[in-house]
């Protein structure tokens, strides 16, 4: 199959563009990120459990494994790395995993990241304990990479060759093939309007989290009331699992692209993230954040 190109953009919410995407305004370069040959860095992630997971070093440590996660409000290190790391805590509180519960977490301050290319500085992270995430992914998860590393960069994540690109946001230039989609933002999450085409027949037109730290193909609570939904564990990865159910859909309308035949799953987190696109849709495309 021929690899669409998605262009995500995140930002506030902006006028239909002849291309699909995920946007936001263009920020001021921020002088604390630097890269090593010119504005721009490509470098291959490894791909495990839906999750696309990338080599970083923090405070110039050796590399550890991070997940890429757009449905990440916070910048996450495991609580173990950071002890060894010797980084110091400053106060605690806690986050809404994929699972029931909260999570407890302690903040670090002015942490700077190295990844292939580039460099970039300044990071408030939170410690977590991310040895349940480790085992759902079953493979090395050291910490994870959410809306702050978003916020300054555009990300190109290429499914298909496994490859990512960070650009300087006043460097990026998307081809002419992408479509750019429109979306929103609401408390450090991503949402972008798309239509679930369900048996019945069910039409759900509605705002959905786009989660590239989900393995879902799609998540929506309107499973609950199909009677071909089969119950299931969801919300398995940081917090608790749950009950959840799922069902196949006829179909996801993203922009102009159609997706056929994705299971539709329900109900591992909050209410609020209850709803989102994840990267067993994402995985077809090539999509720029």
């Known amino acids: 199959m021929q690899t669409a190109r998605l262009r995500l953009e995140l930002g506030l919410l902006l006028a239909m563009c002849a291309s699909l995407s995920m946007v936001s305004p263009v920020h001021a370069w921020d002088t604390r990120d630097t890269f090593a040959n010119g504005d721009k860095s490509m470098f291959s992630f490894e791909w495990h459990s839906g999750l696309v997971i990338v080599p970083v070093r923090i405070n110039g440590s050796t590399a550890l494994s991070f997940v890429l996660d757009t449905g990440s409000t916070r910048m996450l290190i495991d609580r173990r790395i950071a002890r060894d790391l010797g980084l110091r805590t400053s106060g605690t509180g806690t986050l809404q995993g994929a699972g029931a519960g909260q999570i407890p977490i302690e903040f670090i301050q002015d942490i700077s990241l190295d990844l292939p290319g580039v460099k970039s500085a300044g990071y408030e992270f939170s410690t977590a304990d991310l040895q349940s995430l480790q085992e759902s992914v079953g ?44 979306i929103e933002l609401k408390n450090k999450w991503a949402f972008v309007k798309a239509e679930i085409a369900l048996p019945g027949p069910v039409t759900v037109q509605d705002s959905f989290l786009i989660d590239s730290g989900s393995s879902d193909a799609v998540d929506h609570p309107i499973v609950m009331k199909l009677e071909s939904r089969k119950s299931t564990t969801s919300g398995v990865g940081l917090g608790s699992p749950v009950e959840g159910a799922t069902a196949q859909a006829t179909a996801l309308r993203l922009g102009r692209y159609e997706v056929k035949g994705p299971t539709v799953a329900c109900c591992g987190g909050a209410e609020a993230t209850s709803k989102l696109v994840g990267s067993d849709v994402l995985r077809f495309f090539t999509v720029n954040f």
């Open 139 to 182: 493979t090395k998860v050291d910490g994870i990479l959410g809306y702050e590393f978003f916020r300054r960069f555009v990300v190109t994540i290429d499914y298909e060759r496994k490859e990512l690109i960070v650009t300087r946001p006043d460097a990026f230039h998307s081809g002419e093939a992408a479509q750019a989609l429109p």
